[in-house]
Each structure stands twice: as structure tokens, then as C-alpha cells.
């Protein structure tokens, strides 16, 4: 049995590369997995790879530098299959290449937030999901005791 069996995965950046090759594997190793991107079509595909191979998969578009996106992901994960157990928060992007000199602050600030702030809104609605399922429960925290 493998270690990812029966558990729910969110995968983001999942409409290509490393994320796509990502998701097929975890369902593979059965895995229920929430599939993130923007791009509509390529995840509609994935789901029915995935799908047609006998695993579970739902997809929702959206912009990982969106906090709502964040949360309507775990949302999703929880509706759909009951919980999160996995988080693997790969979307990401090079921005525009070039020499610093030549490089626009506002491109800048977007590909920091599409690499990192993302990856703390993902987190911060992951994490009570994740340690809901786990049977923990963190003390100490006002955000937190909502659990
Ligand atoms: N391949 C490498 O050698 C390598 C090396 C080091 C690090 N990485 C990192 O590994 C991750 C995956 O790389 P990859 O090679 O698989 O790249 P990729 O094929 O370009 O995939 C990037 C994924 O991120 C998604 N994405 C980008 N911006 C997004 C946004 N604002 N909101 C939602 N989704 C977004 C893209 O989907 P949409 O365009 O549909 O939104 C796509 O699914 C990236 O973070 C990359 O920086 C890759």
C-alpha cells in the first residue's frame, strides 16, 4: 500500500510540467488530488487522464497570488473528499528575463508573488486543514482555534 493512498493532495501549477506530471502520479499511488492553475483546458485534460485511469481528480482555475483562490482550494478538498493531507504548492513562474537594469519593479513584485507570497496563502489555509485531518490542534494562536 502506498503512502499516499487515500489521501487528498492539492497540487497547484498542475496545468503543466512538473505539477501535471505531479498529479498523475499521486493518483497513481491513490491519491484524490485538487488540481490548480489558471489554464482551464490543460486541467480539464489532466482530470480526464486521471479520471479515465480509474483515480479522482477535481480541478478549479484561478491565480495563486489570489487568497481567495487559497482558500477556495482547501474548500474543495474538503467537499469533494473530505479533508487535506497534502499540499504541494509548486506553481511558479521565471517572469521576465533580463538584465536587472532592464527588469520592471511591477514584473518583479509579481514574480515574487506568484513564487513565494503564494506558497504562504496556500499554507495559511492548508496547514489547519492538514492537522485537522492529522487529529492535532494547535493551542496558542487566536486564528487557529477555530479548529
Ligand atoms: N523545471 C525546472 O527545471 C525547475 C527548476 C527549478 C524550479 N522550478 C519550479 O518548479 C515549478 C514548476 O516548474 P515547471 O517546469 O513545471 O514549470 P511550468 O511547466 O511553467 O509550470 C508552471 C505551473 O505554474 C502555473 N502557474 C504559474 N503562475 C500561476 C499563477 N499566477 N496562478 C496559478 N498557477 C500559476 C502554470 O499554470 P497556468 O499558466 O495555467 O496558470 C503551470 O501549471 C515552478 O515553480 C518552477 O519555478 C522548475
Redesign the pocket.
Known sequence: MSALSNKVAII????????YATAKLFAREGASVVV????QL?LDALVKEITQAGGHAVALT????DEAFAKALVELAIDRFGGLDVAFN?????GDMGATPDVLLSSWEDTIK??LTSAFLCAKYQLPAMLKRAGVTPMGFNTWQAL
Not at 36 to 39: G, K, L, M, N, W
Not at 62 to 65: A, C, I, P, R, Y
Open positions: 497547484t501549477g498542475a496545468s503543466s510540467g512538473i505539477g490548480a492553475a489558471r489554464r490543460e484561478g491565480d495563486v497570488k509548486n506553481a511558479g513562474t521565471m506568484t513564487n
